[in-house]
């Protein structure tokens, strides 16, 4: 507790700082910039705003490192092999460095915030290093390395929320798009480096969420995933209101969805990620009450052992969990459901993790991320815990809730043959361009012939046949 507090504090220090870093007026040659992105969707939706910073400052976008003359990557720290990528990556463009002079390169998300100036001093390559919530100050940072000099900005901010900064679509399907609506995570599971890497919670204001949805639907796209940490603990006051009529009115995430979907029927709406102790009833009736709300609902559970969630700090049981999975399953009987779970934490017994095999038995998830622990220096776990569960336990564990996952999709999956959905066409699929993609309401990927289709109809498939991770079918006429 006494380290919390003092990262809190040190965070609301930090946040002043950071003050008088907003307002940037220079202009940079024209240059090419090469971003690389890693980790969740939160870090390729941020290398969007990151885009349209440099846009502004004159900067294009290319899509080979060799023509960049400043290469980013936003990393991740959440497992250790997730560093190890990025900086495996980061020895590789030390060969562009030696044939281009110039070039800058620089270290943006969350191993920028978590490693800090250290990267400056043990890899020499590096130039500039910039927390995920100070991208504002990239332009001066990137004008200082032309010249010379290094720099770090990982300031963490509590209202940082890039609202009034309109995205440029990265690799885009022209179809469908993330959008951030809040930063953050308030919830200290003992595993996790996310509150430290990307500080305290804070929500978008709605109204810009809602016009960036609109954008996007008038630019031709037809589903918005809505992005947070924890989404349904996000909570907006429009102060506007106050203003207006007196009231202060706070907006919900039920109260959020509604709005987005309101956008248009054309536009479906996903979210992602729910903590389940935040899912209230509120959001179940309002995916059940519109249709262009996708049934489906990530819902991370992270192991099946009560006893491992009290360490975890999750703040939910096991039954409690369960009891939740049949609040969905009776309010929007068919609701795809998907997971992530940890295998070897900390004291992770057989027992442990034959409840989470159990638990996995129970829910039949439709899509699940598994991992084995991977401990995070400055978490509460590794201060507080000793890893002692051995990593080819950790692994034959992870390998178990593999099988038995496979073994359940390709069940699931067989239950569809015969079925019609509604698709939404994505593009083409991945192995021909006379087959289209698209993916259920439940997010289930359908590939079927091209025929007349265009990116973006929607379209009723049957499904004829089916593998663990795919669905094929034929369009109906
Ligand atoms: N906010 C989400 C939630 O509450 O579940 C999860 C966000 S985290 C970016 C994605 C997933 O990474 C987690 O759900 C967890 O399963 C996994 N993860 C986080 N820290 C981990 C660690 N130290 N070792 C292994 N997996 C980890
Ligand atoms: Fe990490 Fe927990 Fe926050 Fe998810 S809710 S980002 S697992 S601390
Ligand atoms: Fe990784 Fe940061 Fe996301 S640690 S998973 S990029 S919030």
């Avoid at 480096?193 to 929500?203: A, D, H, L, M, Q």
């Avoid at 192991?303 to 491992?308: A, K």
């Avoid at 034959?354 to 995070?376: G, N």
């Amino acid at each position: 507790m006494q380290d919390f507090l003092s990262t809190k504090k040190h965070d609301e220090m930090r946040q002043g700082e950071a003050f008088g870093i907003d307002t940037i007026d220079i202009k940079l040659p024209l240059k090419n910039f090469y971003i690389e992105s890693y980790g969740c969707a939160m870090n390729f939706a941020d290398s969007e705003v990151v885009a349209s910073i440099l846009q502004k400052e004159g900067f294009g976008s290319v899509k080979e490192p060799a023509l960049a003359d400043l290469i980013l990557i936003n990393t991740c720290s959440i497992r250790e092999k997730a560093e190890d990528t990025v900086r495996k990556r980061l020895t590789e463009f030390r060969k562009f460095k030696k044939t281009k002079p110039g070039l800058i390169v620089g270290v943006l998300g969350c191993m920028a915030e978590r490693l800090k100036g250290t990267f400056i001093e043990q890899e020499k390559l590096v130039d500039i290093v910039v927390g995920p919530d100070a991208y504002r100050s990239l332009p001066g940072l990137i004008e200082e390395a032309y010249t010379g000099q290094k720099g770090v900005n990982v300031l963490l901010s509590r209202e940082e929320t890039y609202a009034d900064i309109s995205p440029i679509r990265l690799n885009s399907n022209g179809v469908t798009a993330f959008v951030s609506i809040m930063r953050g995570c308030n919830n200290m599971c003992s595993f996790c480096v996310v509150p430290f890497t990307r500080g305290r919670e804070r929500s978008r204001d709605a109204l810009s969420i809602v016009q960036e949805c609109e954008t996007l639907f008038n630019e031709g796209y037809r589903e918005v995933t809505l992005l947070g940490q924890n989404v349904d603990s996000y909570n907006f006051t429009d102060s506007r209101s106050e203003i207006l009529d007196k009231r202060k009115k706070t907006i919900t995430f039920a109260n959020l969805l509604e709005m987005v979907s309101l956008v248009s029927p054309l536009l479906r709406v996903r979210f992602s990620t729910s903590h389940p102790k935040d899912l209230t009833d509120d959001v179940l009736f309002t995916i059940k009450k519109y249709e262009n709300i996708c049934n489906n609902i990530h819902l991370p559970v992270q192991s099946g052992s009560s006893r491992v969630l009290q360490l975890m700090n999750r703040t939910y049981s096991r039954e409690w969990y369960l009891a939740k999975v049949d609040r969905i399953r009776e309010t929007i009987p068919d609701c795809g459901l998907s997971t992530d779970m940890i295998t070897g934490f900390c004291t992770e017994t057989d027992e442990d993790h034959e409840a989470s095999l159990s638990l996995f038995d129970y829910c039949k998830f439709d899509l699940a991320y598994l991992y084995y622990y991977s401990e995070r220096p400055g978490t509460l776990a590794e201060r507080r815990f000793e890893d002692d569960v051995p990593l080819d336990v950790k692994k034959k564990r992870l390998q178990e809730l593999v099988d038995l996952y496979r073994d359940h999709s390709l069940r699931t999956m067989q239950k569809e043959i015969g079925k019609i959905f509604k698709i939404l066409v994505e593009g083409f699929s991945k192995k021909s361009e006379e087959q289209l993609q698209g993916r259920t309401d439940q997010n289930k990927v359908v590939i079927f012939a091209k025929e007349n289709i265009l990116k973006g109809d929607y379209v009723y498939v049957k499904i004829t046949h089916c593998t663990a991770g795919t669905l094929f079918g034929e369009a109906l006429k």
